[in-house]
């Protein structure tokens, strides 16, 4: 027992020992410490350099489904890529300078899918497949290239399509028409306009065989119908609300427009009621002018009737030229005969000629053109029925007798001018009812103005300092680095031993003819006044030690007083 216990107090003593010895080599070696403190400083900048120049990093895709975020995880651990997850593991973040780039990258690779199998499902069919099969990868193909046609849309973060396509059959009543249904989660704080749910609509429908596009039905992440007709009491749906009120902004930026340089554009404000008209009219009228003159009239059809009855017969005989020749003119009754004729001969002659027509008719009939006018007049929607406008004109400032400005009305001459400006920059129609009102009035401050931030507000600054910042960190904390641990400890390693100090001379007397040095009161040796090499060369007698003594009285006096004093006080 004994052995085991002092063997085990020589352990701790040869450990304590050794442990001894190596605080006195590294004691003696000043290098060691040089090593250690270059070696903690060069860590100590290197981590601050990687801290300065760590990336930015920014959202490359949000909202992943759980095997697009795996796919996409280990093609950045292909490329080794660094990325980390936002709070919640939302976002998935990269350095803001390779967001692009891996983007387009990932989209050459397929990523993300989003869930939604195109087109693709077609092209790895199995051998044989039944057509039922091969019909259903068709309507889920569809399906999925409708979703992503509407992802790529700002407000709509992701979105389903549910078809019933049509069902052909020999007979038309038992024929189904194609419906669909589209399910949209939009992205926060993003409403579809009446025009962006209309696009939708006719994209689907136009994509689909038979499909009319009021069998879509579009429905957003709250269970809210898109597709119904808004309720507004005027029947008017969104898209001819947006056109009122287009056309009552733009008839406001023409008064704005046109008054702005004469009163200052913070100085007038307008605004426009406008009555448009979106009924559809057609018309057609026909009129009926009066005949024209017979020689310009057009003649539709003419009839003539003539009835002849005398002792002649007509025509008659063989048809020809001589048939058809009429007979020739009958001699008039009160004709003279000729001279050289006697009166019998003209009796015969009397007897031989025809007697006079007795009874000639003739009816004409004629049917001209009645004059008619036929116009058809298809009235264009979206007409401007009526507007009114009202204008409100600040005071004018003006200096009073002290310099002070003060708001001044402005003049009955200036409100006339005002007033037929606006009307020439609206297009002003009494015929339509248009009005006009233009009140001179005081404008009220309703708020501060917010003013634009200086540039040392700009965010876009701000990070550049804050990045500079960074870099003038880690360069002060190099530079202290610098002299507070490394110029000490090179200068110490660097610096030559300096020779050792003269002590001060001892003095020597001489007791019984032997020489005999002066000691410390307290018996002990000095080891700064007493030096063994010094006192080996300096034991030559006491001449020399004479001389030195009168050598040190000759360069310093006063050192020679403060020893005289110090025996003097030794011996009190």
């Known amino acids: 027992m004994s052995s085991g216990a002092s063997a085990t107090e020589r352990q701790p003593s040869q450990g304590s020992a050794g442990l001894t010895r190596l605080k006195d080599q590294l004691r003696g070696n000043p290098l060691v410490f040089l ?108 399906e999925g290239e409708l979703s992503r046609s509407m992802e790529s849309l700002g407000p709509v973060n992701a979105a389903r399509v549910h078809l019933a396509l049509a069902k052909d059959s020999v007979f038309v009543r038992d024929r189904e028409p194609a419906k669909a249904s589209v399910v949209l989660s939009l992205h926060a704080g993003r409403v579809l306009g009446e025009g962006q749910i209309n696009s939708i609509v006719h994209m689907v429908s136009s994509s689909v065989p038979d499909l009319a596009a009021d069998a879509v039905t579009v429905v957003d992440q709250d269970g809210r119908l898109l597709t119904a007709p808004e309720s507004n009491g005027l029947g008017l749906d969104g898209t001819q609300l947006d056109y009122v009120a287009e056309v009552e902004r733009s008839y406001q930026r023409r008064i704005e427009s046109i008054l702005a340089p004469i ?109 008619r ?48 400006l606006v009307r020439q920059a609206m297009g002003f129609s009494q015929a339509r009812g248009d009005e006009i009102a233009v009140v001179n009035s005081p404008f009220t401050q309703s708020g501060p103005e917010i003013e634009p931030l200086e540039w040392w507000q700009q965010p ?61 009161a307290d018996g002990r040796e000095d080891e700064t006044t007493y030096d063994k090499p010094r006192r080996a060369r300096k034991a030559s007698g006491y001449e020399d030690n004479l001389k030195d003594l009168r050598e040190m009285a000759e360069e310093d006096p006063r050192m020679v007083a403060m020893i005289v004093r110090s025996w003097m006080n030794k011996h009190e």
């Not at 697009?68 to 936002?86: A, H, K, Q, W």
């Not at 200096?399 to 200036?414: F, I, K, N, Y």
């Not at 960074?470 to 400890?489: D, E, H, M, Q, S």
């Open 35 to 142: 090593l250690v403190a270059g070696a903690a400083s060069i860590a100590i900048i290197a981590a601050l350099l990687m801290w300065a120049q760590s990336p930015d990093y920014r959202v490359l895709y949000s909202n992943l489904s759980q095997a697009d975020g795996g796919s996409i995880i280990n093609e950045l651990d292909t490329r080794g890529v660094p990325y980390r997850f936002s709070q919640g593991g939302q976002a998935l973040l990269v350095p803001a300078n390779r967001v692009h780039t891996l983007r387009l990258q990932l989209a050459e690779q397929g990523l993300p899918e989003g869930g939604n199998v195109g087109f693709e499902l077609m092209e790895n069919q199995a051998f044989g497949i039944s057509q039922f099969a091969e019909q259903i990868n068709y309507q889920r193909g569809l």
């Open 460 to 520: 876009d600054v701000q990070q550049l300092a804050l990045n500079l910042g960074r870099y003038l960190l880690v360069g002060l904390a190099i530079l202290l680095l610098y002299l507070l641990i490394l110029r000490p400890l090179i200068k110490r390693a660097t610096q030559a031993p300096q020779p050792a100090t003269q002590p001060a001379p001892t003095f020597q007397t001489r007791v019984g003819g032997e020489d005999e040095q002066s000691a410390p």
């Open 263 to 371: 009163l200052g554009s913070k100085n007038v404000k307008a605004q426009v009621t406008a009555q448009v008209d979106f009924s559809r009219r057609e018309e057609t009228s026909e009129r009926y002018a009066p005949n024209q003159p017979p020689n310009e009239a057009a003649v539709r059809s003419r009839q003539s009737s003539i009835n002849y009855s005398g002792s002649d017969d007509l025509a008659g005989g063989i048809p020809g030229a001589l048939s058809n020749t009429p007979p020739g003119a009958a001699p008039s009754p009160v004709a003279n005969p000729p001279e050289g004729e006697e009166d019998g001969e003209g009796e015969q002659a009397g007897e031989d000629t025809p007697q006079a027509t007795s009874n000639l008719n003739r009816d004409d009939v004629i049917n001209y053109e009645v004059d």
């Open 373 to 420: 006018r036929i116009a058809h007049v298809q009235h264009r929607s979206g007409q401007v029925e009526r507007l009114s406008a009202a204008v409100v004109v600040n005071y004018r400032p003006t200096p009073d007798e002290q310099g002070v400005m003060q708001p001044t009305p402005l003049s009955e001459a200036e409100i006339e001018q005002i007033e037929r």
